[in-house]
């Protein structure tokens, strides 16, 4: 009986630990996404877009959560002068997670 709640244990890690990667590669996903779309509104050419989304997904890792990323949007929208709301850029943010998450899924299962 012992082993078998051990297994069991060890499948429930296994599973905490599968979930907390699919999470971190989504949020990932999605900054870069975040960034790729803002890139665009900005003006921002191919080259520029996907530096753009790296420092939008490299600003998620200062502190835990999406305000960190959202602080530096706002900085940027502000310095560009574009009319983006923080209203706007979180329902974005919400629309990206399911985009993220669906896109992380279907290469997982390919």
């Known amino acids: 009986m012992a082993d078998v709640l051990k297994q069991r244990e060890k499948g429930e890690e296994r599973k905490y630990e599968m979930d907390q990667e699919m999470k971190f590669k989504a949020e990932v996903r999605r900054n870069k996404l975040l960034g790729r779309w803002l890139a665009g509104e900005f003006g921002m050419g191919p ?38 709301t923080e209203d706007q850029v979180r329902e974005k943010i919400e629309e990206l997670d399911s985009v993220a998450f669906a896109q992380i899924r279907a290469e997982q299962k390919a």
């Not at 502190?63 to 530096?72: F, L, S, T, Y």
């Open 47 to 84: 080259a520029e877009i996907e530096a753009y989304a790296k420092e939008v997904a490299v600003a998620d890792l200062d502190e835990p959560g999406i305000e960190d990323v959202i602080a530096k949007i706002m900085a940027d929208i502000a310095g560009k002068g574009v009319g983006i």
